[in-house]
């Protein structure tokens, strides 16, 4: 149990209050509490505006990047050493490209960039030549934060805003550690805003996946003899969660494990108990490798026992041997000063010594177990129907200038094949993400591919740019000739298909295509040997679950619907900052206000104009 928790940042009271979500779960009775101080006195606050801009007609980025360019100048110039949160990775990219062409070498060599997906060593390099000064202006997203303490940065500036409110005060508190004085700089576009929406459209879970979700549970429990207690992966859920940029496996995991704890907490608020109970378990301990030959088993020496032979990956010109071998065995007999998350780290790194010799001559394989939801005949009848009706109603769209939401994707599949019912939004959806996927996954593949779906930017409208939705139609439908060639009469309806995990663009589209046929009800998958933990689910009632799916146009989910106002607050709030003329003085104590729960009248009436009385709740 906790004895004591610290944040930094967080609201206390008002419509974001963070200190009751925590201490309530927690579990924290009669807690004493303690209250720092936000506002830091040696920050000055220095936002320039440009309220006028418009984006219309105006190149928006290369506008911002001029401007930041000449601050970096001035900065730069003026011996400061500088900060500079970007919200995005491709801006830090994009920016950095601007500099080496546009501005001066001594500059492009003192600046140095940090972000996620940058590799290890060279974000510590960064990192070092930064906090040592031979780096005078770091470019980076939110990812250089937590741990990072340089006592010397005189300037922490926002190319844009890179999240909330709490973001932005931990993210300018980084100035003026150690120094008398520093500064919170920005050049604010009102068009700024979009990167924060953007960023929030891509991380928050949307109605749809909620519904899909329990859908994909319901499907599992039907295939398991609609058995109450249940095991599964987040692999399962690909289809559903694989939106925006590349997910990583890790991505998919948590988005399947908050969205069924948002759905379980939702009943709970609704009927005071949750008909659907999630509690991630253990690692995988049964992992699936394919061999050069069956010999090449012996070289793992003492270890070869832990493998059993269990098919035939046919996805290579030359057949290879399939063996599923018991990791829990191995860890439990030689590894076990390791914890079992820790000794799969180990085994599967790529550089150091191996922790089992030869490992590295093992091709780590992803097991798909799909079985069909009727006669071969049925169901290559009832594809061929989907398919003819998908591409017909894509085909109503082509014009440069329609753009269509997914409801009214979704009134077309409707009147064109009425059986679907209900079901004609959750379809939609599906349908609609699975193109915008496959899209991608072909432009990563092929360096002139045109996309045949776009989204509108910052809107819920798509457009159909030409016939190529046809490739994506008869990709989906050799996929599913190349799984019935492989069923066999002993096998019935079932086959196995192992997937190299190393070829990650091929799992992708097995995850997209398979997920949209189990939509289609054509068909039911499972995955085995993955490098996600598995999922426990306890369905406690079928009978609200299954009305959910049957009316997803009807289900709200309190949660998603509170983290949607919380979002509007923040974007609000901050607007309210970054526009007022304040002194620095007044600047700092809004903002302690805010932390304590009060927002200005000005952001309370803007917010109730959407969210009436949820407001003041």
Same mark, same amino acid.
């Given at each position: 149990?906790?004895?004591?928790?610290?944040?930094?940042?967080?609201?206390?009271?008002?419509?974001?209050?963070?200190?009751?979500?925590?201490?309530?779960?927690?579990?924290?009775?009669?807690?004493?509490?303690?209250?720092?101080?936000?506002?830091?006195?040696?920050?000055?606050?220095?936002?320039?505006?440009?309220?006028?801009?418009?984006?219309?007609?105006?190149?928006?980025?290369?506008?911002?990047?001029?401007?930041?360019?000449?601050?970096?100048?001035?900065?730069?110039?003026?011996?400061?050493?500088?900060?500079?949160?970007?919200?995005?990775?491709?801006?830090?990219?994009?920016?950095?490209?601007?500099?080496?062409?546009?501005?001066?070498?001594?500059?492009?060599?003192?600046?140095?960039?940090?972000?996620?997906?940058?590799?290890?060593?060279?974000?510590?390099?960064?990192?070092?030549?930064?906090?040592?000064?031979?780096?005078?202006?770091?470019?980076?997203?939110?990812?250089?934060?937590?741990?990072?303490?340089?006592?010397?940065?005189?300037?922490?500036?926002?190319?844009?805003?890179?999240?909330?409110?709490?973001?932005?005060?931990?993210?300018?508190?980084?100035?003026?550690?150690?120094?008398?004085?520093?500064?919170?700089?920005?050049?604010?576009?009102?068009?700024?805003?979009?990167?924060?929406?953007?960023?929030?459209?891509?991380?928050?879970?949307?109605?749809?996946?909620?519904?899909?979700?329990?859908?994909?549970?319901?499907?599992?429990?039907?295939?398991?003899?609609?058995?109450?207690?249940?095991?599964?992966?987040?692999?399962?859920?690909?289809?559903?969660?694989?939106?925006?940029?590349?997910?990583?496996?890790?991505?998919?995991?948590?988005?399947?494990?908050?969205?069924?704890?948002?759905?379980?907490?939702?009943?709970?608020?609704?009927?005071?108990?949750?008909?659907?109970?999630?509690?991630?378990?253990?690692?995988?301990?049964?992992?699936?490798?394919?061999? $050069?030959?069956?010999?090449?088993?012996?070289?793992?020496?003492?270890?070869?026992?832990?493998?059993?032979?269990?098919?035939?990956?046919?996805?290579?010109?030359?057949?290879?041997?399939?063996?599923?071998?018991?990791?829990?065995?191995?860890?439990?007999?030689?590894?076990?000063?390791?914890?079992?998350?820790?000794?799969?780290?180990?085994?599967?790194?790529?550089?150091?010594?191996?922790?089992?010799?030869?490992?590295?001559?093992?091709?780590?394989?992803?097991?798909?177990?799909?079985?069909?939801?009727?006669?071969?005949?049925?169901?290559?009848?009832?594809?061929?129907?989907?398919?003819?009706?998908?591409?017909?109603?894509?085909?109503?769209?082509?014009?440069?200038?329609?753009?269509?939401?997914?409801?009214?994707?979704?009134?077309?599949?409707?009147?064109?094949?009425?059986?679907?019912?209900?079901?004609?939004?959750?379809?939609?959806?599906?349908?609609?993400?699975?193109?915008?996927?496959?899209?991608?996954?072909?432009?990563?593949?092929?360096?002139?591919?045109?996309?045949?779906?776009?989204?509108?930017?910052?809107?819920?409208?798509?457009?159909?740019?030409?016939?190529?939705?046809?490739?994506?139609?008869?990709?989906?439908?050799?996929?599913?000739?190349?799984?019935?060639?492989?069923?066999?009469?002993?096998?019935?309806?079932?086959?196995?298909?192992?997937?190299?995990?190393?070829?990650?663009?091929?799992?992708?589209?097995?995850?997209?295509?398979?997920?949209?046929?189990?939509?289609?009800?054509?068909?039911?998958?499972?995955?085995?040997?993955?490098?996600?933990?598995?999922?426990?689910?306890?369905?406690?009632?079928?009978?609200?679950?299954?009305?959910?799916?049957?009316?997803? $146009?009807?289900?709200?989910?309190?949660?998603?619907?509170?983290?949607?106002?919380?979002?509007?607050?923040?974007?609000?709030?901050?607007?309210?900052?970054?526009?007022?003329?304040?002194?620095?003085?007044?600047?700092?104590?809004?903002?302690?206000?805010?932390?304590?729960?009060?927002?200005?009248?000005?952001?309370?009436?803007?917010?109730?104009?959407?969210?009436?009385?949820?407001?003041?709740?």
């Amino acid at each position: 149990f906790p004895v004591a928790t610290f944040t930094a940042t967080a609201i206390y009271g008002g419509i974001e209050d963070m200190y009751v979500e925590t201490r309530d779960s927690l579990g924290l009775v009669n807690p004493v509490t303690y209250f720092g101080y936000v506002k830091r006195d040696n920050i000055s606050v220095a936002i320039q505006r440009k309220p006028d801009y418009s984006e219309r007609g105006k190149d928006y980025r290369g506008d911002k990047f001029k401007v930041l360019a000449q601050r970096l100048k001035t900065f730069f110039e003026a011996g400061k050493k500088v900060l500079v949160y970007f919200p995005m990775v491709n801006l830090i990219l994009d920016f950095r490209n601007y500099l080496l062409a546009y501005s001066d070498q001594k500059l492009v060599d003192s600046t140095g960039v940090y972000y996620g997906p940058l590799d290890r060593l060279e974000k510590r390099d960064a990192y070092q030549k930064f906090k040592s000064d031979r780096y005078r202006v770091m470019l980076a997203t939110k990812a250089f934060g937590m741990g990072i303490d340089i006592p010397n940065i005189d300037i922490v500036y926002h190319f844009a805003p890179t999240g909330n409110v709490c973001d932005y005060i931990q993210e300018i508190g980084r100035a003026a550690r150690q120094l008398q004085e520093g500064f919170a700089s920005l050049d604010f576009f009102p068009a700024d805003f979009s990167h924060v929406n953007r960023l929030y459209g891509i991380s928050t879970l949307k109605r749809h996946q909620l519904v899909k979700t329990v859908d994909r549970v319901l499907q599992i429990a039907t295939r398991e003899g609609r058995k109450r207690n249940l095991l599964m992966n987040g692999d399962e859920f690909h289809s559903i969660f694989a939106t925006g940029s590349e997910p990583s496996s890790d991505d998919i995991d948590n988005k399947v494990k908050t969205a069924l704890l948002i759905i379980e907490k939702d009943f709970v608020l609704k009927l005071g108990y949750s008909p659907l109970i999630a509690r991630p378990r253990s690692l995988f301990t049964h992992e699936y490798f394919a061999l $050069n030959s069956p010999s090449a088993i012996d070289s793992l020496g003492v270890f070869s026992k832990y493998f059993e032979p269990v098919g035939i990956d046919n996805s290579q010109v030359r057949r290879q041997p399939v063996y599923r071998a018991d990791l829990k065995a191995v860890w439990k007999d030689n590894f076990s000063k390791y914890s079992f998350a820790q000794f799969k780290y180990e085994l599967h790194k790529s550089d150091g010594p191996p922790l089992v010799p030869n490992w590295s001559n093992l091709r780590g394989l992803l097991a798909i177990r799909v079985e069909l939801s009727g006669t071969t005949p049925a169901i290559m009848k009832a594809f061929s129907e989907f398919k003819y009706l998908i591409a017909e109603v894509f085909g109503s769209y082509i014009n440069p200038s329609t753009h269509f939401s997914s409801a009214e994707f979704a009134a077309r599949l409707l009147a064109r094949m009425p059986k679907i019912g209900h079901r004609a939004s959750v379809l939609s959806e599906s349908i609609l993400e699975s193109a915008f996927n496959f899209c991608r996954l072909q432009k990563r593949q092929r360096n002139f591919y045109s996309w045949f779906i776009s989204r509108i930017e910052d809107t819920d409208k798509y457009q159909i740019k030409s016939t190529a939705y046809e490739d994506f139609l008869e990709d989906m439908s050799a996929l599913l000739d190349m799984v019935i060639g492989r069923i066999t009469p002993v096998d019935g309806a079932i086959c196995t298909v192992f997937v190299d995990k190393d070829d990650r663009n091929n799992i992708l589209r097995w995850f997209l295509e398979l997920g949209l046929l189990e939509d289609f009800g054509l068909l039911t998958y499972r995955c085995s040997g993955g490098d996600t933990p598995e999922i426990f689910v306890r369905i406690n009632s079928f009978l609200p679950l299954q009305r959910l799916v049957d009316l997803p $146009n009807e289900y709200e989910n309190l949660i998603l619907k509170n983290v949607y106002l919380r979002h509007r607050a923040s974007v609000e709030m901050l607007t309210y900052l970054f526009t007022e003329r304040a002194e620095t003085r007044d600047f700092w104590d809004t903002v302690e206000d805010y932390f304590l729960g009060v927002l200005p009248e000005e952001v309370r009436d803007r917010l109730k104009v959407d969210f009436g009385s949820s407001v003041d709740e």
